[in-house]
């Protein structure tokens, strides 16, 4: 993590400081356990327990709304025609599931 620190307001993270490189998953334990005053264990456990209940319900196709952060949900993409931009082939793209993300309002004020 070297010198640079989450900046923070309350228990939100708002920036991380000099914009350099985006926080990972241990940036996060341990701004959990800091604004938490729990240990990097119990902070890692509910981090995991977050990412972990985000992921069954998605996985179930239900929707993820988070009050003031935003809504996870499921998007399906129908199978299409491509092209292999290596040799120019017509292939075709099997039909997929992806996580779309909408924010929401107090996220979109943070960043505006």
Sequence with gaps: MG????????????????????????????TIANAADLSKSQASGA?????????????KGERVAIAGFGTFQISERAARQGRNP?????????????????SGKQLKDAIN
């Design 47 to 59: 981090l995991d327990a977050l990412l972990g209940d985000i992921s069954s319900a998605l996985a």
């Design 3 to 30: 010198s640079k620190k989450l900046i923070t307001h309350g228990p939100r993270i708002v920036a991380w400081e000099g914009g350099e490189r985006m926080p990972n998953k241990a940036d996060l334990i341990d």
């Design 86 to 102: 290596q040799t120019g082939a017509v292939i075709q793209i099997k039909a997929s599931k992806n996580v779309r993300f909408k």
